[in-house]
């Protein structure tokens, strides 16, 4: 007899390629690339053996009823699982696949890509390119920060952290400091430094935020996490939205606490285009060119911050949840989800279970 699964998105033909060649699912699915609307999944859900869904689709107590006794494996597409009420899961016995590991190297190279736009202000140039602000060679104009000789804090050392310091050892960072729950013993392997989350907020040129979603991480970056960092910081999320209070970031940014954020995730998803972190303009750049009196020339040679008086206050660099987003990427994470749901339905081990 065939299982019944439930598919809420369109999803790379890898996946549904699993889903159809071994023969045991009859699958249903929101033929869409946009989420499927609350009523949709409610109804998709019903007398499914198998749910494949997506980090922006919640999973909660509500549509496993409406899912019913049949329901066996969640298979979500994503490493993260905030999305998932894993207590009303559990309590039901049903097995849940998700896809770590297949996507930490986009991942981590999409937070690289997004730490250098945002230090060394790749929008603002682009836009001033187009917009005609472009009006010469300029020594002062666009300055941002580099990497060479920085500290850079990591906010949750996991699999995505690591290949995160991994790739920006390369750059000449000077220091990898971490914080978390435990120290790590694979940090050594790129000579991450466990510190206090203090320390790691007081001596780091560029803070990434690379930890899960959990009742300890929810709102951890707040009014009193971005006041002990340095006002030429630089500030970069990929995890997710909610381990940042949103307002509070704004504040920073605006108040010149801290220099510039990076930001792959945002609370809502999507963040509305009228929202005050879009607004945020650089001001601070006239007051930036003067010279600093207290610092003689002739050591402005090490690092350009140190001319100037203070930092300038940068754009917000928001970008739409891209981490994962490669092609083959994504049809690895479309592979392994489909495969997951499939095993997990035949009763055998799936390639990625979670086990929490
Ligand atoms: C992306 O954020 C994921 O959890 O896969
Ligand atoms: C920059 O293009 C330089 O030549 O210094």
């Given at each position: 007899r065939l299982m019944k699964v439930f598919l809420t998105r369109r999803i790379p033909q890898e996946g549904m390629k699993i889903l159809s060649a071994t023969g045991v699912c009859e699958v249903s699915q929101w033929d869409s690339d946009e989420p499927a609307p609350r009523a949709e999944l409610l109804k998709g859900v019903q007398g499914a053996h198998g749910l494949l869904c997506m980090l922006?689709?919640?999973?909660d107590a509500e549509v496993l009823d409406a899912a019913g006794?049949?329901?066996?494996v969640i298979s979500t597409?994503?490493?993260?699982?905030?999305?998932?009420?894993m207590d009303e899961i559990k309590k039901r016995g049903i097995r849940v696949g998700y896809t770590p590991d297949v996507l930490t190297d986009a991942t981590a190279e999409l937070a690289v890509a997004l730490l250098l736009s945002t230090a060394r202000r790749l929008p603002e140039g682009v836009e001033e390119v187009k917009n005609g602000g472009w009006s010469s060679w300029k020594p002062l104009w666009l300055c941002g920060h580099g990497l060479s000789d920085s500290t850079v804090g990591i906010i949750g050392l996991g699999r995505i952290g690591m290949a995160i310091a991994q790739r920006l050892k390369?750059?000449?960072?000077?220091r990898v400091l971490y914080s978390g729950r435990t120290a790590k013993p694979y940090a050594a392997e790129v000579n991450g430094e466990f510190v206090p989350l203090d320390t790691l907020l007081s001596d780091s040129d560029f803070i990434v935020v690379s930890c899960s979603l959990t009742p300890q991480t929810?709102?951890?970056?707040d009014k009193a996490f971005f006041s002990k960092m340095k006002k030429s910081a630089i500030f970069v999320n990929?995890?997710?939205?909610?381990?940042?209070?949103q307002e509070d970031l704004y504040e920073a940014l605006k108040n010149g606490q801290i220099a510039a954020a990076g930001l792959d995730?945002?609370?809502?998803?999507?963040?509305?285009?009228?929202?005050?972190l879009l607004t945020l303009?650089?001001?601070?750049e006239e007051r930036n060119h003067e010279l600093r009196?207290?610092?003689?020339?002739?050591?402005?040679?090490?690092?350009?911050?140190?001319?100037?008086?203070s930092p300038v206050l940068f754009h917000a660099v928001v970008i739409p949840h891209?981490?994962?987003?490669t092609y083959s990427t994504r049809g690895v994470m479309s592979a392994l989800a489909a495969q997951n749901l499939v095993n997990g339905l035949q009763g055998a081990d799936m390639p990625s279970e979670l086990t929490v």
């Open positions: 922006s689709d919640k999973i006794p049949n329901l066996k597409f994503s490493v993260g699982y905030d999305h998932l009420a390369p750059f000449g960072v000077k929810q709102g951890l970056c990929i995890s997710r939205g909610a381990v940042v209070n995730v945002t609370t809502p998803e999507p963040l509305p285009t009228n929202h005050p303009k650089n001001c601070g009196r207290d610092v003689p020339l002739y050591d402005c040679r090490h690092a350009f911050k140190m001319c100037f008086l891209l981490g994962s987003a």
